[in-house]
């Protein structure tokens, strides 16, 4: 494998950021790649939307950190460093279409910089089917998160206002006390 350490070893951050606490390193064609301790990561920059079918970590985790790492520090151009994370994708067994749908979605986060025709046109190749294929879920799945985060909002709205009348309510430890 091109990936030279074994597991990966963090530590959370907050809710969405995870800190390395050894490092990744990673051998491409041409060059070694070392995420170092420290370095923090979302793991796969998924939207809420898609975590059904790719959640942020998984299989591609390693690839996920060495493309935050590239994207981030740059030691390559940004089209390389998705190039280098399909190619890590592929090496870590991912399937060639969530493989391909990753790729696309990195390389429009990305604006396709430094994309000539041909990289244009094997974008569009896989974008539009992707789209198709997600645009219900996606669609089905924004509507439901909508409607939970009103109910939670509302539910708040009762909940915090109850807890915010106890908050003036005396507080009473211990057994109960009676005056004499």
Known sequence: ?????????????????????????????????????????????????????IPRYGVYTKAAILHDFLCRMAPVSRADAD???????????????????MWAAVRAGGRLSGAGPGQWLLWLLVTVPAVAFLAVPALVLTVWLALFWVLEWVAYLFTGRAAAGRDNQPSFSGAPQTES
């Open 83 to 101: 190039g280098v994370f399909r190619r890590a994708l592929r090496e870590l067994g991912v399937s060639a279409l969530r493989r391909w749908i």
């Open 1 to 53: 494998m091109p990936f030279v350490d074994g597991d990966i070893t963090v530590r959370q951050i907050d809710a969405e950021t995870w800190e390395l606490r050894e490092e990744v390193g990673y051998r491409a064609r041409e060059e070694t790649f070392t995420v170092p301790v420290g370095f923090r990561t979302d793991f796969a920059s998924v939207p809420t939307v898609f975590v059904w079918l």
